[in-house]
């Protein structure tokens, strides 16, 4: 399962233990480090986790680096292979989260989620960011399928 939240979420279901099964794993995007910190040091934060921090801008403006796209994808893939929950949250569980969570579904999930697939509330940026620090790149993809035709 793959699902996007919102930080108020995030806090609750950290508080309340909900990672302590070790059967899911966190990716937290912040606006800024201190709220990044905020989160880390929450009593019951998970073991397996990417703590990120970087602005809901649609460029280069917004923070997002290839090294935290790295990261992301590493975790995730983690997770994939071991069949565990991925749980993305960001302020308002809609843009940055959702860009990450669709990208899961896109390219590293073994079985789609139909909500992720259609979502278009999704930062573009950093769903391309993803893409490019992966190598692959869904367009370009479809693209080659079409020329072979």
């Known amino acids: 399962m793959i699902k996007f939240i919102d930080r108020f979420t995030a806090k609750k279901l950290i508080k309340q233990g909900y990672f302590n099964d070790k059967k899911s794993v966190l990716i937290s995007i912040s606006d800024n480090e201190k709220e990044r910190d905020e989160i880390i040091t929450l009593d019951n934060s998970p073991e397996k986790a990417v703590y ?12 997002m680096t ?23 949250h960001c302020f308002a569980g809609v843009s940055r989260s959702g860009a990450v969570a669709k990208w899961i ?5 073994k079985r789609q989620e139909q909500y992720l697939t259609d979502y278009k509330g999704y930062n573009r940026y950093v769903y391309q960011m993803l893409e490019s620090a992966y190598g692959v790149s869904l367009k370009d993809y479809y693209s080659s399928i079409d020329n072979n035709q």
């Open 66 to 88: 290839k090294e935290a796209c790295k990261q992301v994808i590493e975790l995730a893939q983690y997770a994939v292979d071991k069949d565990m929950d991925i749980i993305v």
């Open 52 to 63: 990120l921090a970087f602005q809901d801008i649609d460029s280069e403006d917004s923070g």
């Open 105 to 109: 579904n896109d390219y590293l999930a």
